[in-house]
Antibody, heavy 120, light 113 residues
Framework: EVQLVESGGGLVQPGGSLRLSCAASGFTYSGHWMHWVRQPPGKGLVWVSR????????AYADSVKGRFTISRDNAKNTLYLQMSSLRAEDTAVYYC?????????????WGQGALVTVSS | DIVMTQSPDSLAVSLGERATISCKSSQSVLYSSNDKNYLAWYQQKPGQPPKLLIYWASTRESGVPDRFSGSGSGTDFTLTISSLQAEDVAVYYC?????????FGQGTKVEIK
């Protein structure tokens, strides 16, 4: 069974940093692109970032480019999102998501999410 | 960037009746080389993560009830729930994966009338 479990969320002050983790199990982790998608409270889904299975290619939404860094450790089956220079508008539930095996681009599985609150 | 627009924002349907949600993309998501529409639908129940329902615009994910169906091509797509059940109360999102950044519609909330 595919499992994605996020951790690392919490309350952080504006300008601060936080690192999210997503522990994956139940599939060949290195074979899949992985993504972060966020959902502000009461709002819709917004794509944040993605990383190729071998970690050699990444992409970011314009809203987080230069502030967030996605990475992965395939030996630990774990995905990361390092967030810095956080702003109030970064407040959201952050989901990690597994892309389909054929790398078409849709999200087959989602974690339960980690809440990040940016507030003073 | 491709903008996805869903309509309506919400709808209330009686149990056993049909629910229809529209999704329009600001440019075509049909890839001519393989004749596939890069369009997915997700269901999100309160307090839960999204769940994949349909991909390639009309292919149902394994385990998804056959009352859910997707149709359309190019820029206009539809998600249909043929006979609404109580457990279908949720917000539904379309998503294009034709180009980066992948983008979602704003969501359609489905309730029981």
């Amino acid at each position: 069974e595919v499992q994605l479990v996020e951790s690392g969320g919490g309350l952080v002050q504006p300008g601060g940093s936080l690192r999210l983790s997503c522990a994956a199990s139940g599939f060949t982790y290195s074979g899949h692109w992985m993504h972060w998608v966020r959902q502000p409270p009461g709002k819709g889904l917004v794509w944040v970032s993605r990383i190729r299975g071998d970690g050699t290619s990444t992409a970011y939404a314009d809203s987080v480019k230069g502030r967030f860094t996605i990475s992965r450790d395939n030996a630990k089956n774990t995905l990361y999102l390092q967030m810095s220079s956080l702003r109030a508008e970064d407040t959201a539930v952050y989901y990690c998501a597994r892309e389909d095996i054929a790398a078409a681009g849709y999200f087959e599985n989602w974690g339960q999410g980690a809440l990040v609150t940016v507030s003073s | 960037d491709i903008v996805m627009t869903q309509s309506p924002d919400s709808l209330a349907v009686s149990l056993g009746e049909r629910a229809t949600i529209s999704c329009k993309s600001s440019q075509s998501v049909l890839y001519s080389s393989n004749d596939k529409n890069y369009l997915a639908w997700y269901q999100q129940k309160p307090g839960q993560p999204p769940k994949l329902l349909i991909y390639w615009a009309s292919t149902r994910e394994s385990g998804v009830p056959d009352r859910f169906s997707g149709s359309g091509s190019g820029t206009d797509f539809t998600l249909t729930i043929s006979s609404l059940q109580a457990e279908d109360v949720a917000v539904y999102y379309c998503q294009q994966y034709y180009s980066t950044p992948p983008s979602f519609g704003q969501g359609t909330k489905v309730e029981i009338k």
